[in-house]
Nanobody, 127 residues
C-alpha cells in the first residue's frame, strides 16, 4: 500500500519559518519525481516545488522561489520543504505527491503528473 504522510505544518507569524516533511512508503522513492502542491478552499491547486528523481534537479513556483527550498533524503524515503520568510498568502494545505517516469520540466508543475498523494498538512501564517 502506497502512503505519503506529511507533517510539520502549523501556525507561524509572518516572516517566520516552517519545515514540512513527507515520508513515503510502499513505492520506490529515489528514482521518481516528487513534488509539493498547496491548495486553499475554493482555490485551484498551486504548484510549489518539485524534485526530479535521478538528477535531483529542483523547480519552484514563482510565488515561492527564493523563499522555499525542497530537498530529499533517499535513505529515509523522505522529502522536505523548508519555508522561510512566510507570508499570510502562503496559508494553505500543503500536500506532497509522487510521480513516475521522467516528464519534461514544464509537466512537473502539473498535478496530473503525480499518481500518489498525501493527505496534506495545514500551514497558517498570521499575526
Amino acid at each position: 500500500q502506497v502512503r505519503l504522510v506529511e507533517s510539520g505544518g502549523g501556525w507561524v507569524q509572518p516572516g517566520g519559518s516552517l519545515r514540512l516533511s513527507c515520508v513515503v512508503s510502499g513505492r520506490p522513492f529515489g528514482t521518481w519525481p516528487m513534488a509539493w502542491f498547496r491548495q486553499a478552499p475554493g482555490k485551484e491547486r498551486e504548484f510549489v516545488a518539485a524534485i526530479r528523481g535521478n538528477s535531483g534537479m529542483k523547480y519552484y513556483g514563482d510565488s515561492v522561489k527564493d523563499r522555499f527550498s525542497a530537498s530529499k533524503d533517499n535513505g529515509k524515503s523522505t522529502m522536505y520543504l523548508q519555508m522561510n520568510c512566510l507570508k499570510p498568502e502562503d496559508t494553505d494545505v500543503y500536500s506532497c505527491a509522487a510521480g513516475s517516469g521522467s516528464p519534461i520540466s514544464s509537466l512537473l508543475r502539473h498535478a496530473s503528473q503525480y499518481s500518489d498523494w498525501g493527505q496534506g498538512t495545514q500551514v497558517t501564517v498570521s499575526s
